[in-house]
């Protein structure tokens, strides 16, 4: 075994608040259909609406022809696609994740679909309805888990 | 909240049919287990057979060291993993995929399987036996849901 | 249709038995969130252990913050995340996959998770819980399938 460096097991305790975790955010620059230096990649970045920190994941793709918007603090796991335009099947339609709002890891958001307020999306999720306001939904397609208590 | 661009909302509807979808195509440009300018990966890339007007999304990756065929206008969504020698398994075989079927974003095509002509398969799927043509199918293994009209 | 280059059609014969197969195998050079001449991504470098003769898929991501460790011979698919670290739900912890664990493709760990050694996760599972060493799991969450025989 090698180390990739000074290797030392931590304590399991976050370094952080939410509030604190971002305290060097800064919106972050974005070449037409090029990787980020956060390794996430959009296309029509002209119709990319970001709010004030927005997180997005490694080698997630957004497709922002029909408009894309990210509101403040929204969240986007590692490897989703959020499509306002998916030419498969040939839909289109501004997608909106609202404030706050936090998309699992290998989800895919359909165009027209908004994700309302502190809603949480499960990782592996098929987004093609819009989710409302501090629900939790997940699967293939995304269904309502439950609601948040006290939101 | 900050806009990416000179971002104004669109009306819904599709810009193009399908057969002006790609007016502009042209055989992309494979460097070997590199990033295209449309941020998919080959290796093998002596053994892809690319079909006119193929379409591969973002961060799809293709190991065509058994053989990987796309047929005409043969779409492939992002975050796609097309296998003709899969390593974990040991398994391995050519991948053909017909005449404009269509690969949902996230789906796993396993070493050996054809896709047959115009099939759809949903995103997420976990794709280890042959589909029909026409058909649909999804799901993890991937199962038939339905025979399309009039195909 | 267009030849990638002297495709010829081969025998389904593994040209590899597993000793074999990385008989060049190195270490490989990992610089920061960046990626890796495989196409995979890692931050917190200084945190990962990586064993001999692992393999990782292309677009694969790993968050070491917490400390992830791939011991010798331990298989990483594509399209896979490994967080020691995950900003959605705030949890974190160290990453443990043992001697000659599997993890197929599109798969999430989440943290302060041990996969066992010979243990396989299948495509698209999402794994919150220790895998035992020798099962087979898959599904979103993983649930165990069977033990294998002889493991």
Request: aromatic share 10%; charged share 20%; with cysteine.
């Amino acid at each position: 075994m090698k180390h990739g460096g000074g290797y030392q097991p931590k304590p399991c305790i976050a370094d952080s608040d939410p509030t604190e975790r971002f305290s060097n955010w800064d919106y972050p620059e974005i070449e037409e259909g090029k990787l980020t230096r956060y390794n996430w990649i959009v296309q029509h970045k002209e119709n990319l609406v970001l709010g004030y920190k927005t997180d997005i994941g490694a080698f997630t793709y957004i497709n922002a022809k029909y408009g894309v918007v990210l509101e403040d603090y929204a969240q986007i796991g590692s490897h989703c696609s959020i499509y306002s335009f998916s030419t498969i099947d040939d839909k289109m339609g501004q997608v909106l994740i609202k404030r706050n709002a936090r998309i699992g890891s290998h989800t895919v958001i359909m165009p027209g679909v908004t994700v309302g307020e502190n809603a949480v999306v499960g990782a592996h999720s098929f987004v093609n309805k819009d989710v409302p306001a501090n629900a939790v939904v997940a699967g293939v397609p995304a269904r309502q888990l439950q609601l948040k208590q006290g939101g």
